[in-house]
Structures are given as C-alpha cells and as structure tokens.
C-alpha cells in the first residue's frame, strides 16, 4: 500500500541566532490528507518546526519537502503560500487589515487571482467558519473565537494542501472549541495541530508526534501515545482525561 | 484610551459621495497651502474654508470638537509662550515685569489657525470616508506602497499596543504602583516604555512572518475601484482654485507693507 506524502522531514535542524538548536535531528512524514497532533511542553519546538515548514525560518541541516517544495530554495518558498496555510498562536498577529473582507481577500490577492476569482474565494472562506455577513466588520473589534475563525478564513481562502495550526484552541472559549473541533472536521486536506490541549488533538489527530527540547521523542496512533502515561509525565505532559482509563 | 483612535462610521454627506482620490488630492493640495500661509487674515480664510469644508461633510459634532479639543491643548504648549519668547523692536504691551510682543501674539495665533485648520481638513478627511478607502486612494495616487501600508498598519496595532499598555498598567496597579513625581516613578515609567517597545518589536516580526505566509511580497494589493464623475472634478478644482488664491493673497500680503 502507497501513500502520497506531503510533509517529508529528514534530519531536520535549526537554531536561533546566539540560542540552543530549537530542532535537533527531527524526522517525520505526513501522508496527504492525514491529520496530526504536535505535542510537547513550551519550548519543545513546534511552533519552530510550523515555521521551517511554512519557510519562515530557514531550517539549517536535514532535508525538507512540503508539498513537494522545499522552503529553503528561494525560488520553491515563493509558491509555498498557495499550498501551506498556517494559522498562528495568536490572531492579533495574523489579521492586519481594516476589515474582514480585506484580511480573507489578502492571501489571495497576493497570488494574483482575478477579482471574481478573489471574491468568490472569500465568500467560500468565511461561508466555511460561519461568517458569512461579517465582511465589512473590523478585526480587532471581534471577540476571540471570532478572529480566529477570520485567521482560519484567511488561509483557507488561498486553498492550500497542508494546514499548519498552532494553540488553534488558545483563548477561546468552551463553545468557540467546540465549534473549532467540529470546522476542523469538515476541512479536508493534510493537517498538522500543534497544542496543549490534548483532549482537542485527540478528537481532531489520528497520529501523534511528541517533540520535547527540539527532538522527536515518539511519533505513532494518538490514542496510544497520549495514553502512555509515563512518557506523557517525562515530557512535562499528562494523559487527556479520557484516556485516564486506558493509561499504563 | 483607543476610543480616541476610533473614526465615526462614515456620514451620508455631498463630501462622502466623492470619489476618494480626487477628494484626497484636493485637501492634499489645501493642506499644503494652508502649512505655507504667513498672513494670519488668510489663514483665517483658509480656516473658515475648512470649517465650511467640515459643515459640507456631515462631521459629527461632539465628535469633531474632542478632537479640536484634545489637539488645541498640544498646539497651546507651542503657542502661548511664543507671545513673550519672541520680543522684537515693534509693539509690545507691558504686563507687570513681563513684556507681550504684538508679533509674537501675531505668530501665535496664526500657528493656532493653521493647526486648527489643519486637522479640521483631516478629520473631514477621515469623517468622510472609511481608513482603507483613503489609504486605497493615496495608492491609487502613486503613494508608495510602503507608506501605505504603514498607515495600514499603524493604524491596527494602535490599538493592539494600547491593549498591552492597559494590561501593563493593570499588572502595575495590583502590585501596588501609585503614580508620583520621583526617581521609582520615572524608573518605572522608562520600564513599562521599554516593555511595550520590545513587545511592539517582537509582535512586528510575527505580524511581517503572518504576511511572508500569506505570500506577501511587498506590494499592495487591492479590490477597490474608483470611478470619476464630473462632480468629483468639479470640486477638485474649486478646492484646488480656492487653494491657489489664498496663497497669492497670502504672498501678496505679504509683500505689501
């Protein structure tokens, strides 16, 4: 049986300037159209990683491919955007335009689409997350769970193969979590959740890969390595609450 | 604290209906003249003009006059010491030990008329259109893109930073900080400067990475179409000819003993 691989890492390794290597050694691959948690304590490295992936940072050793591109050749990072979304940590970072409308319509205008094209591409996005209407509202004038469903908008308009996620679940409430959980079934493609939130990556991953200090420390089925009870505890994590029963 | 930064929903008025950039590069060019006037009887008239301009516009009125307010006092730090800074040979009048020069009261109040004149003209600006539309506009205009979107910008995260200057005074306050005039004070003030510069450092990465991945590559990009009437062009050039005949009233006056 083959799969179509869409994230291919190798030997991954990045350091900050003047810092200690963020990846060390890291080794993985996603199969298209599979969905997977990141998991590990603050400063494991997985929003590090999101970024190497995205070709924001320039990851030093290794080898990386991300939809068939690699994001350290300048001439391969330019097509990225159109095939790697990513949804960062905090919202505020990510909408900068004075309405919804332009900040959903950004992605696309960048990658040169026809005006109709753009629109309808916008429309789709915010039909999506449930904001249809909002498209003359002002970011920063929305409630949490609001702006991240535009930041989620935003990269869904450009219509990307892989979806990199980061804390999708921080700052919103129990309702706007559930809501997020159940988008995040209806979106189809690769995904790749980094989170604290182990009950969410648990109902959203099927494979979990567990970094801690810039290395790959386990990576198999969700449900097994979030039950592992005593590798969740050496890596500063615990067993989500309703695997408490499973765990070793 | 971001309620000041906040503009009014854009009115219903002769002024709204225009075509952005013609309005746009009609109050650039009064602007511009009314910056350069030396005559206060026509920076007087520039002013009147503007204020009729702002009647035109629909502007709110409490609204309006907040902000004259608020920037009245920052014009009045520079205009009421110029009366007894800047003394020459011509009429002065004597209070006590002090001595008020006509000329000085004469720059005063034309630094005074300008200013209000000024920002009159760009609150009829912003009033009358909404903040994207007159930054999409000055592009259309051949603005640099640069600068475009750094009033984009700016703009924005104003309110984001005021957001952290309100959680740092909070942070401040339950730790029990009480404003005061000395050495802790100031140190602290300095601190939460510092705090908010580098928190506004580190968010512009982040923001300039959320770009980069959105395929951002330095250019400004746009939906908006404008489209020109006669109207438009109409007052364009009233404005621009209203402009033109105050600056040669202006340096004809000036000439004149």
Known sequence: MSFEIAIQARDLTFAYPGGAPALSGVSFDVAAGESVGLVGPNGAGKTSLFLCLSGVLQARGGALSVGGLDPRDPSQRRHLPSQVGIVFQNSDDQLFNATVFDDVAFGPLNLELPPHEVRQRVDEALARVGLTGMEERVPFHLSGGEKRRVALAGVLAMRPSILLLDEPSMYLDPRGRRELIRLLHSLGGTRMIASHDLELILQTCQRVLLLDGGRSIADGPAQTVLADATLMEAHGLEVPYRLRGAAR | ?257
């Open chain 2, 1 to 257: 604290m971001t309620l000041a930064f906040s503009l009014p929903p854009p009115t219903d008025s002769p002024l709204s209906r225009l075509d952005p950039r013609w309005k746009l590069a009609a109050l650039s060019i009064a602007a511009a003249v009314t910056a350069t006037l030396q005559t206060l009887s026509v920076a007087v008239a520039a002013c009147a003009g503007a204020l009729f301009l702002a009647v035109l516009a629909r502007l709110p009125g409490r609204w309006f006059l907040q902000r004259l307010g608020a920037a009245s006092l920052f014009v009045a730090l520079f205009a009421l010491p110029l009366p007894w800074m800047l003394l020459d040979d011509g009429m002065s009048w004597s209070l006590g030990c002090l001595r008020v020069s006509r000329h000085g009261v004469q720059v005063a109040l034309l630094l005074a008329v300008k200013a209000i004149a000024l920002l009159t003209m760009f609150l009829t600006l912003q009033a009358t259109a909404p903040l994207e539309t007159n930054l999409k506009a000055a592009h259309a205009l051949r603005i640099p893109s640069l600068f475009v979107q750094l009033g984009l910008l700016s703009y924005r995260y104003i309110f984001v930073l005021a957001d952290e200057l309100r959680r740092l005074r909070i942070a401040l306050r339950v730790r029990g900080y009480r404003r005061g005039m000395n050495r802790h004070n100031y140190r602290t003030a300095g601190h939460v400067a510092g705090t908010l510069l580098v928190r506004g450092y580190e968010r512009a990465e982040r923001v300039g990475q959320a770009m980069r991945c959105r395929g951002f590559n330095g250019q400004f990009r746009s939906l908006k179409k404008f489209s020109t009437r006669p109207v438009d062009v109409l007052v364009f050039v009233l404005v621009a000819a209203s402009a033109a005949a105050l600056l040669v009233w202006d340096r004809y006056l000036e000439l004149t003993p």
